[in-house]
């Protein structure tokens, strides 16, 4: 089975600032893996994907993550951090089978200190 | 529209009633899923479907039940609502061609008094 661990449940950072939040994950066969945004009273948004292919992912809003088999980790990073990116960050993993079922870590609170 | 709707965006309701969740989808998506989102725990799988006859418990699927009406719609049901039912439930879909990641709709807050 597969797990996801983000390691603190919230982060804090400075405007301007390097944005890291960590997520380790287990799982028995090769991943895929995920990290999701939510803003506020909204559902969640896709910010980038990791199928095998580039182990460096690059996403949306400045947003990459970098897959380390060797780490099993798959942290998220953005060199400076905006006021618009505060919300709530998901990292999840899938394996390729019938049921593409995606398992989520606990989720990471990101404030953004003007 | 939205590709993933869900219907009601709110609900309160009482302990011991029934209450039905919509989603239905625009996407041509064949597999569909719900989900329920609490602090500190993420979101957690609670039925997942194939197609219309194709159904699946996911890892919290006790006092719930599901029925896909068609492939656009999933419904979720609380047969006898409680307490620790308050949460965030989303719908979402994906297709067969591969680990794209799901379109979630913009959830369902319920609250169960």
């Known amino acids: 089975a597969q797990s996801v661990t983000q390691l603190g449940s919230h982060v804090s950072v400075s405007e301007g600032a390097l944005v890291l939040l960590r997520c380790n994950y287990s799982?028995?066969?090769?991943?895929?893996l995920f990290w999701y945004v939510q803003y506020p009273n909204q559902g969640l948004q896709l910010l980038l994907k990791?199928?095998?292919?580039?182990?460096l992912v690059k996403g949306i809003n400045g947003f990459e993550a970098e897959f380390k088999k060797s780490e099993t980790s798959f942290h998220l990073t953005k060199p400076s951090a905006h006021m618009s990116d505060a919300a709530e960050y998901f990292c999840?993993?899938?394996?390729?089978?019938?049921?593409?079922?995606?398992?989520f870590g606990q989720g990471t609170r990101l404030t953004i200190n003007p | 529209d939205a590709d993933v709707t869900q219907t009601p965006r709110n609900r309160i309701t009482k302990t011991g009633k029934r209450i039905m969740l919509e989603c239905s989808q625009t996407?041509?998506?064949?597999?569909m899923y719900w989900y329920r989102q609490d602090p500190g725990l993420g979101l957690r799988l609670i039925y997942y479907s194939f197609d219309v006859k194709d159904i699946n418990k996911g890892e919290i699927s006790d006092g719930y039940s599901v029925s896909r009406q068609a492939q656009a719609k999933f419904s979720l049901s609380l047969e006898s609502a409680i307490p620790n039912q308050t949460a965030l439930y989303f719908c979402?879909?994906?297709?067969?061609?591969?680990?794209?990641?799901?379109?979630f709709g913009s959830g369902t807050r319920l609250t169960v008094v």
């Open positions: 999840a993993v899938s394996i390729k089978n019938r049921a593409q079922k995606l398992v």
């Open positions: 990791y199928t095998s292919a580039a182990t």
């Open positions: 979402a879909t994906s297709d067969a061609t591969g680990p794209a990641g799901y379109t």
């Open positions: 799982s028995s066969v090769p991943p895929y």
């Open positions: 996407k041509g998506h064949d597999r």
